[in-house]
């Protein structure tokens, strides 16, 4: 039998990092086998699914490279992939439930549930539903119904004994049906729950195999009831353990970013972070860090998925982004900073071949320094900004120097001699005026470095000072001369 896995996002907000993960090893699954991966649209919950939420995920799962094999803008013999498009097909299989005797409509409003609930949670009672809907007369319906309450249709538990799931993970699990209660399958509006709706789709897709996240694990009894009175086989399961923050409760926005929109959009690579969560809650005897992507297809396998739940450390995937970015290539990596760069204006959209030029010397400089793609604009700025603000500790550790003004001077006067700037010819210039000055080379290499940049901190100071070019360093000396010349009035 081929292998058939899916992934089933509802659109009721951002791709989160936890879902990003289950389609992953759902992918992974897929791929190892030669088999079929997925993508369904569980959009039922009409009031909180939205149109942008889908778009979102499915351009961020392709932007992950996770691509699937059936779904949206991919077609498949078993569609539709959308759930609002396959309201008929629930509503046929409830009917068919309904004329079995295997279902029945509830008439109970939802104040009317609520009220029993805190009466049998006062009693000590595990609040399920008593069922007494179950056996209506014809009578009793029509009155209910020219009440005009809509009904729901609940399935019918015979069963009253033990449920056992077979857990690929976590090998046999044991539910007691009593505690379930008889469930709805369709709401009053027609649209059918999760369970429900699950078990038809994973049904009539083929769907063989069903690796989720191990909140869902309270569910797969209904299901496997549901399997049952359908006469459908059910897939294997897999319930894979949650991703934790650090604090060892549920990864929520508390912890910092949860969704991909945001990796995204920091500027994380993508496979830097398909690495990083193929590696929360899996791993290789090894303990392998790095993976190419053929070479995670061959070695992921579910049975060296952990049982315990994984803790997600923004740090440690800032760190491997970071790893992956030093391994770039400066033209690919150039082509994916400018957009940043654009962003802030200081590069039009179609840059000249002058600008890509400066821009790819920048991102050279700048490159073992880069964590995230974003963090281009914080760390050139003084690049593109000819009116940058003075760090003020830089300004009072390296500028405010009495020898300071008079160096810069010198400086500005080697560098006017000079028919073009190039890197050896200052440091040579530079090293000369300090010998002469009796100063150290920090000594007069920080204050100009503060004076181009208006930090302490930063790339190579002779090559940034050729990327700025004569004429833009002479004026950034002169903004710097102009400084201290303005405190010294002042003063």
Known sequence: MQVRVRFAPSPTGELHIGGARTALFNWLFARHHKGKFILRIENTDLL??????????????????????????????????????????????????????KAYFCYCSAEELEARKKKMQALGIPPVYDGRCRNLSREERERFEKE????????????????KVKDLLRGEVI?????????????????PTFNFANVIDDALMRITHVIRGDDHLSNTPRQLL???ALGFTPPSYAHIPMILGKDGSKLSKRHGATSVSYYREKGYLPWALVNYLALLGWSTPDSQQFFEKEELIQKFSLDRVNKSPAIFDP?????????????????????????????????KKKPSSR??????????????????????????DFFFEKDFTYDNKAVARRLRKDYVFSLLQKIKDEISKADSLKEEDLERALRRLSEELGLSTGEVFHPLRVALTGRMRGPGLFELAVILGKEEVIRRI?????????EAVKS
Not at 148 to 163: A, C, E, L
Not at 478 to 486: E, H, P, V
Request: no cysteine.
């Open 48 to 101: 909180r699914s939205q149109e942008d939420f889908t778009n979102s995920i499915i351009e961020n799962l392709k932007w992950l490279g996770l691509d699937w094999d059936e779904g949206p803008e991919v077609g498949g013999e078993y569609g539709p992939y959308f759930q609002s498009q396959r309201l008929s097909i629930y509503r046929e299989f409830a009917d068919n439930l309904l004329r079995d005797g």
């Open 175 to 191: 539910f007691d049906s009593r505690l379930f209660g008889d469930f709805i399958i369709l709401k009053s509006d027609g649209t």
């Open 226 to 228: 549901i399997y049952e």
């Open 478 to 486: 002169d903004r710097a001369l102009n400084l201290l010349s303005s």
């Open 355 to 380: 600008d890509y030029g400066k821009v790819l010397r920048i991102v050279e400089l700048e490159k073992d320094r880069l964590r995230v793609l974003s963090d281009i604009t914080e760390l050139a």
């Open 315 to 347: 740090q440690k995937l800032e760190w491997m982004n970071a790893e992956y970015i030093r391994k770039m290539s400066t033209e690919k990596l150039t082509e994916l900073v400018i957009p940043y760069l654009i962003g802030k204006g200081w590069v």
């Open 148 to 163: 005009g309450r809509k009904p729901t249709v609940r399935f019918k538990i015979t069963r009253r004994d033990k449920i």
